[in-house]
């Protein structure tokens, strides 16, 4: 019984031992002025316009500097965008104190342009992106059938390039703690295989990327666009499930939502989380 019990007691311990103490800036890099509301909360009055940013998230804690998403860079993009308020990713994050080569790794919530299109940006971080995401997006997006709106060649291309360098992490699946205290969740379907992550803390986080576009579809249930239609009610499903991983959707962080930059403290462009 003894035993038992100095098991019990271990096992509680191991258990309740945190991560480090992680800090979460967000930085935005542009501005998007305009976009049709319609575009971002699915079922919104067509018509209605919202001024939007593309933002990106360091994260700092555990002798790491993990940039969550890295923004673009190629220039295809702001001819077929209005990009407003410019910044190359590389110089947003000195913003926060961090230089490029510091970044230690890069998190990819899905492939995108303006999501993974920075990845070549910072020349020592190791890029993490869901396996299937990577197999999807590196093969069948580019056969008859396949899906690859939004996805730059180029950016593939580069994501191939470090998977032969060593410097690509592929992650498996669901609720998958890629650091101590990090997690990574899928299911949102933004992307084939998006992904987007919760951080430990008092209190915790999600960084929900675009499975939730604005915190206007936290409040009225309502889906960011997805890999397909069909997929709009898993994206629902998985925005409450961010609600109760943050506990509270105040701490679920949407991926375009300018109000971010007001509802935090922010010097310029860096919004302090937490």
Excluded: C
Excluded at 146 to 160: E, K, N, R, W
Aim: no cysteine.
């Amino acid at each position: 019984m003894k035993r038992v019990l100095l098991a019990a007691v271990v096992m509680t311990l191991l258990g309740s031992a945190s991560g480090p103490e992680y800090s979460i800036e967000a930085i935005r890099y542009a501005n998007s002025p305009g976009d049709p509301v319609a575009d971002l909360v699915i079922g919104a009055p067509k018509g209605e316009k919202v001024d939007t940013v593309y933002a990106l998230w360091l994260i700092r804690g555990g002798g790491r500097n993990i940039l969550f998403d890295s923004g673009f860079h190629r220039e295809r993009w702001f001819k077929e965008w209005t990009i407003k308020d410019y910044l190359r990713p590389d110089e947003a994050v000195r913003l926060a104190g961090v230089k490029p080569e510091e970044v230690t790794d890069v998190v990819i919530s899905h492939a995108h342009w303006d999501h993974m299109g920075g990845i070549d940006l910072f020349p020592k971080a190791v890029v993490w992106i869901q396996r299937d995401e990577f197999r999807y997006y590196t093969q069948d997006a580019w056969q008859p059938g396949g899906d690859h709106g939004g996805i730059d060649p180029d950016d593939v291309q580069q994501l191939v390039r470090l998977n032969t360098e060593g410097r690509l992490h592929l992650v498996d699946g669901d609720n998958v703690e890629i650091f101590p205290g990090i997690r990574a969740y899928t299911g949102a379907r933004h992307t084939f295989a998006s992904q987007y992550l919760r951080i430990d803390g008092t209190p915790a986080f999600v960084l929900a990327s675009d499975s939730v576009y604005l915190y206007r579809n936290l409040a009225e249930h309502k889906p960011s666009a997805t890999f397909s239609e069909a997929d709009y009610p898993a994206n629902v499903l998985n925005q409450e499930r961010m609600i109760q991983l943050a506990g509270s959707p105040d701490r679920v962080v949407p991926g375009h939502d300018a109000l971010q930059f007001q509802k935090f403290t922010t010097h310029g462009r860096v919004a302090k989380l937490k």
